[in-house]
């Protein structure tokens, strides 16, 4: 089990993916633009606070003021729609906040690494335990409006937290977090091995005795395979015309290359994962 920042045993979670029903989309849209604005406002406030307080010049006189966690949410208890739940609000200046951490922390290995300065237009939502119920073989998720939570069908336990996204090959996609009560597996011997992770050989393992190798030649020759045929599809992509006049749909042909695309993607990702878990294993 690991430890977290104050010396604590950190938990450990596991995950539970569910694709969510067409039927839902347009009021999950609704709920991640309103994810989105909010995002957009926080992230706005931040920058614009962090550069008023500094000034154009330097001047030690002036101390520049990095707004916490705990001052954007009292500013912005809810999102400008009022659709979304007062903690699932809270979630997305964590969320905003965690990416500033991260990205000051990478600065320090990695001077490229960029802080987070784009608005989103749509996000996630995500879902506290405050706001998360199981009944009658149903998960009601609060929203802003009470009397009419997110109702999706549920033949499972009562998860910690939820988060609802959009997934890469289209659709949204629920993601529900469990406590990972599993014990911990102990050692079957005594001896000790060194692991080596390459991409020709995915693992070189040497026990004192012997080394054991792990092809990744598959996975190399399915990235190859990918890689060509998306080139071929973002040509075709690239000649198809793009512009069109707000609230008019692009053709029927582009949208049907942009399809291939990402179910092309998405099915090389999956088996590259069953691959990496089946040589793992």
């Not at 002036?62 to 007062?86: E, I």
């Not at 990695?110 to 879902?127: C, E, G, I, L």
């Not at 399915?222 to 040509?235: F, P, S, T, V």
Request: aromatic share 6%.
């Amino acid at each position: 089990m690991a430890t977290g920042k104050r010396g604590r045993a950190a938990r450990t979670y596991s995950v539970r993916k569910l694709t969510l029903p067409s039927i839902l989309k347009p009021r999950l849209d609704e709920l991640s633009a309103a994810s989105g604005a909010l995002y957009s406002q926080v992230l706005t406030t931040f920058w614009r606070t962090l550069r008023r307080s500094a000034g154009k010049r330097k001047d030690h006189r002036r101390k520049a003021v990095f707004l916490s966690s705990g001052t954007l949410q009292k500013l912005f208890p809810k999102d400008p729609a009022g659709l979304l739940h007062s903690h699932s609000c809270d979630a997305v200046v964590d969320a905003f906040i965690a990416s500033v951490d991260s990205a000051r922390t990478r600065k320090k290995t990695d001077p490229k690494a960029r802080f987070p300065r784009r608005r989103k237009r749509f996000s996630k939502v995500t879902f506290k335990s405050s706001a998360i119920r199981v009944r009658d073989g149903q998960l009601l998720l609060s929203t802003g409006d009470r009397a009419h939570p997110l109702v999706i069908p549920w033949a499972f336990d009562l998860p910690v937290s939820v988060e609802i996204g959009w997934r890469a090959c289209g659709g949204y996609e629920l993601r529900a977090m469990y406590v990972d009560t599993r014990p911990v597996q102990t050692p079957l011997g005594d001896g000790v091995a060194g692991i080596d992770i390459g991409e020709v050989r995915i693992a070189a393992v040497y026990d004192g005795q012997g080394v054991h190798l792990h092809s990744g030649r598959l996975i190399r020759a399915r990235n190859h395979y990918a890689n060509k045929h998306q080139a071929k599809l973002d040509a075709r992509i690239a000649r198809k015309k793009n512009g069109r006049p707000p609230g008019q749909r692009s053709s029927k042909r582009l949208r049907r290359l942009q399809r291939a695309r990402r179910t092309l993607r998405d099915r090389i990702k999956r088996q590259n994962r069953d691959q990496l878990r089946k040589q793992a294993r």
